[in-house]
């Protein structure tokens, strides 16, 4: 009986360990990643659209799910009828993606779209 106690104390003491939240070593790297993306609500468009993208945004980051929140964050600027991003917004969201070592095409799709909108801008 004694055995089986102590042998279950421990796996108690070893799970959070195996599955970390918030690993001491990340902390710092895994505070700023929350607080940038944070800082990137702000930029959702306003109307339905940008609702629903935003309250799926906050899901994922009240979750600590960062990849999912930046993936819906990507998704949600790729859609034809939500304006493309500023540069200092896409260069804010490449930091990221390089912080995170997301592979995502996401990242080069809405650079395009910023560059396909500035040559329709000229021609108009």
């Given at each position: 009986?004694?055995?089986?106690?102590?042998?279950?104390?421990?796996?108690?003491?070893?799970?959070?360990l195996?599955?970390?939240?918030?690993?001491?070593?990340?902390?710092?790297?895994?505070?700023?990643?929350?607080?940038?993306?944070?800082?990137?609500?702000?930029?959702?468009?306003?109307?339905?659209?940008?609702?629903?993208y935003?309250?799926?945004?906050?899901?994922?980051?009240?979750?600590?799910?960062?990849?999912?929140?930046?993936?819906?964050?990507?998704?949600?600027?790729?859609?034809?009828?939500?304006?493309?991003l500023t540069?200092?917004?896409?260069?804010?969201?490449?930091?990221?993606?390089?912080?995170?070592?997301?592979?995502?095409?996401?990242?080069?799709?809405?650079?395009?779209?910023?560059?396909?909108?500035?040559?329709?801008?000229?021609?108009?």
């Amino acid at each position: 009986g004694h055995v089986r106690a102590s042998s279950a104390r421990s796996c108690g003491r070893r799970r959070p360990l195996l599955m970390p939240t918030a690993p001491p070593a990340w902390m710092p790297h895994y505070s700023m990643l929350h607080a940038r993306l944070a800082a990137l609500r702000r930029i959702f468009p306003s109307g339905a659209h940008g609702e629903t993208y935003c309250a799926l945004f906050d899901d994922f980051l009240a979750n600590n799910e960062f990849g999912l929140a930046f993936e819906v964050l990507c998704d949600c600027f790729l859609e034809p009828e939500v304006r493309p991003l500023t540069d200092i917004e896409l260069a804010e969201i490449a930091a990221l993606r390089s912080l995170m070592n997301i592979d995502d095409q996401s990242v080069l799709r809405l650079r395009d779209k910023r560059h396909n909108s500035r040559d329709t801008n000229k021609r108009l």
